[in-house]
T-cell receptor, first 115, second 115 residues
Framework: KQEVTQIPAALSVPEGENLVLNCSFT??????LQWFRQDPGKGLTSLLL?????REQTSGRLNASLDKSSGRSTLYIAASQPGDSATYLCAVSRIVDNQGGKLIFGQGTELSVKP | KAGVTQTPRYLIKTRGQQVTLSCSPISGHRSVSWYQQTPGQGLQFLFEYFSETQRNKGNFPGRFSGRQFSNSRSEMNVSTLELGDSALYLC??????????????FGAGSRLTVL
């Protein structure tokens, strides 16, 4: 059974700091891994998608890495801003689910960036 | 182009009633997935539809059902509502079956409160 864990559950940093969010998964037979952002009471916004054959993806100040062998992914946020405050979720899709839209989510990391 | 549209955004029901939620995917997207989000369980997969066929189903009781129409719009229904069904219900669409390398785009959600 695939389980996804995110550490830490909450993080508070001053503006401008670089930070790393962690995600681990128990079954390496994944099709891809996605990082999402969720603002309070809102839906999810996709940030980065890493296919299983890839090692990392970058978008602006965000960089996500994937190490399938160790079952880990990290989301690196450079020069954090108050607007980055949100809950960050990672999710994996499993090969056994037919590369489906069935994602298994972690519980999220609630990030607060203080001005 | 328009995003994923979910209606209604908020609704209040009483135990024993039933509810129907609607999701209109991004134009051209044929895959629709549904998720339930609660503070205790986080985000959990409900089901996925592609071309009017259910492709994947999560571990939810039979009270939860869904369908997809020929125009790719999807509905989910919950019968005999229980207090524990109070949640944010999120719909996501993608252009290929189950997302593949394509990103899932989520709607803003329908927040259901059961009294």
């Amino acid at each position: 059974k695939q389980e996804v864990t995110q550490i830490p559950a909450a993080l508070s940093v001053p503006e401008g700091e670089n930070l790393v969010l962690n995600c681990s998964f128990t079954d390496s037979a994944i099709y891809n891994l996605q990082w999402f952002r969720q603002d309070p009471g809102k839906g999810l916004t996709s940030l980065l998608l890493i296919q299983s054959s890839q090692r990392e993806q970058t978008s602006g100040r965000l960089n996500a890495s994937l190490d399938k062998s160790s079952g880990r992914s990290t989301l690196y946020i450079a020069a954090s801003q108050p607007g980055d405050s949100a809950t960050y979720l990672c999710a994996v899709s499993r090969i056994v689910d037919n590369q489906g839209g069935k994602l298994i989510f972690g519980q999220g990391t609630e990030l607060s960036v203080k001005p | 182009k328009a995003g994923v549209t979910q209606t209604p955004r908020y609704l209040i029901k009483t135990r024993g009633q039933q509810v129907t939620l609607s999701c209109s995917p991004i134009s051209g997207h044929r895959s629709v997935s549904w998720y339930q989000q609660t503070p205790g369980q986080g985000l959990q997969f409900l089901f996925e539809y592609f071309s009017e066929t259910q492709r994947n189903k999560g571990n939810f009781p039979g009270r939860f059902s869904g369908r997809q129409f020929s125009n790719s719009r999807s509905e989910m229904n919950v019968s005999t509502l229980e207090l524990g069904d109070s949640a944010l219900y999120l719909c996501a669409s993608s252009s290929t079956v189950g997302g593949g390398a394509n990103v899932l785009t989520f709607g803003a959600g329908s927040r259901l409160t059961v009294l």
